[in-house]
C-alpha cells in the first residue's frame, strides 16, 4: 500500500516498515521514505522502566524528554521556519544532554535489563528520532495518528468485519473524512450534510472548497438560492 509513497514515513519501530526506510542493495536506489521515529513510543519504554523500578535515571531521562514535548507544545501552530529556529535553540541542547546521558547510564547497567532494552531502541533510532528538528513540518510523536486510529481498533472489536473489501474501502473514506474533519476543529456531522446537500450543484473545478479546512457552512438563503 505504501510503495509507491515518498516523503516522510513517521511511525513507532515496526519492523515491517523497514524496506521502505532502506536503500535497494541490489540497484542502490535510495529508500522510497524518509523515517522518522517517535518519541512516545520511546518515552513509554522508558516509562515502563520507571513505573516498575522507580530507577533515578529512568525519571531524569523522563524530565528530559518532557522539556522537550513542552517546547512542542509552546510552537505548536507556528510556521515551520519558527518551530525549526526554536527546535534548533532550545531541542537541541536538551537532546544532546540526552543522548550523552543515555550512552553514559548504558555503560553502567546490565545489558540484557529493561533500562538497557528501553536505551537501546532510543540510541539506535537517534537519527530519526532527531531528524524533527530540522523540519519544522515534522512533529516529534505519531500521537495525532494513534488518536485518529484508536476508535477504529476499539470499534472493530464490536463490528469485526466490513462485510466485503468494497465495503473495507468505504469505511476507509468515511473514515479518512471524519478524522480529517476532526483534526481541522470541524464537527464531521455537519460538515457532511452541508456538502452531501450542496456538491451536486457545485462546479467540479471548485470543489476543493469544500474541504474540510477550507469550508464555510453556506447560508439558508444561499442554499435556497
Avoid at 528530559?64 to 510552537?75: H, K, S, T, W, Y
Avoid at 544532546?96 to 550512552?103: M, T
Amino acid at each position: 500500500m505504501l510503495k509507491d509513497c515518498r516523503g516522510h514515513l513517521h511511525a513507532d519501530g515496526y519492523a515491517g516498515f523497514g524496506g521502505l526506510n532502506e536503500a535497494d542493495p541490489k540497484t542502490g536506489a535510495p529508500a522510497p521514505l524518509i523515517e522518522v521515529a517517535c518519541w512516545a513510543h520511546a518515552r513509554r519504554k522508558i516509562y515502563d522502566v520507571h513505573f516498575e523500578t522507580k530507577s533515578p535515571a529512568a525519571a531524569q531521562a523522563l524530565e528530559m524528554i518532557a522539556r522537550l514535548f513542552a517546547i512542542e507544545a509552546d510552537i505548536k501552530g507556528r510556521s515551520p521556519a519558527e518551530r525549526v529556529d526554536a527546535r534548533r535553540d532550545c531541542a537541541v541542547p536538551i537532546l544532546d544532554k540526552l543522548r550523552a546521558f543515555l550512552d553514559a547510564t548504558l555503560a553502567k547497567i546490565s545489558g540484557k535489563s529493561a533500562f538497557a532494552k528501553a536505551i537501546r531502541y532510543a540510541t539506535s533510532r537517534w537519527t530519526a528520532l532527531t531528524r524533527y528538528v530540522d523540519d519544522g513540518c515534522l512533529e516529534m510523536s505519531n500521537n495525532a495518528a494513534e488518536r485518529a486510529i484508536r476508535p477504529l481498533t476499539l470499534g472493530r472489536k464490536n463490528y469485526l468485519f466490513a462485510g466485503s473489501d468494497d465495503g473495507g474501502r468505504r469505511a476507509a473514506i468515511m473514515y479518512t473524512l471524519i478524522e480529517t474533519a476532526r483534526f481541522n476543529n470541524v464537527d464531521p456531522e455537519a460538515w457532511l450534510a452541508d456538502v452531501v446537500a450542496r456538491i451536486a450543484d457545485h462546479p467540479i473545478n471548485r470543489v476543493d472548497e469544500l474541504l474540510p479546512w477550507k469550508w464555510e457552512k453556506a447560508t439558508p438563503q444561499a442554499i435556497a438560492a
